[in-house]
């Protein structure tokens, strides 16, 4: 049995839950290191299994002028080194297809973003590095869609497929926004 396929059954078989956590950018090495070390002391604490997540690349933010991160080369190595120094798995996302397959030579999960959970070539592109895919609902997302998108995974020959909630939007305004 593959590594991918052994974290997938682990996570799975947790109890009471796993934990996937972690900044939701990498601002650089020492703060992401750090906060690793934070979170896998608390998690080994209560008896939680822990999946580091941060992003090298936030590409959906609002304005263009929020910071993004480092980029995909000097962020994975980041994640790596947190992979290494603290025996954790990884997640972190893509945004396109051809950022999979280097993404998922680090990363033990690859995460699709909300806003993106429904692009077919994307979804393909991260099944068929073997990795786990975990995929974001949409806000703008009914629950049963993600379905298909995880049918996508799995058509694509990767039965490891995770959905988490992002949210539900409630209207226009980012202020009805109920996220979990």
Do not use: W
């Amino acid at each position: 049995m593959d590594s991918s396929t052994l974290l997938f059954n682990s996570l799975k078989a947790s109890e009471p839950f796993f934990l996937l956590a972690g900044p939701n950018v990498i601002e650089s090495e020492e703060h992401i290191l750090r906060m690793a070390k934070h979170l896998k002391s608390i998690t080994s604490k209560v008896g939680l299994p822990l999946v580091f997540k941060s992003s090298f690349d936030k590409a959906n933010r609002t304005s263009s002028k929020s910071f993004r991160g480092p980029g995909m080369e000097e962020g994975l190595k980041i994640l790596e080194k947190v992979k290494i120094s603290y025996d954790i798995p990884v997640v972190t996302d893509v945004h396109e297809a051809s950022q999979c397959e280097p993404v998922g030579r680090i990363a033990d999960i690859i995460q699709i973003p909300a806003f993106l959970c429904r692009q077919t070539d994307l979804l393909v592109a991260a099944a068929k590095t073997g990795k786990i895919v975990n995929i974001k609902k949409g806000q703008f997302c009914a629950p049963s869609v993600m379905a298909n998108s995880a049918e996508k995974i799995r058509l694509a020959g990767n039965q490891n497929v995770m959905v988490c909630e992002r949210g539900t939007m409630f209207g226009y305004s980012k202020s009805f926004c109920i996220s979990f």
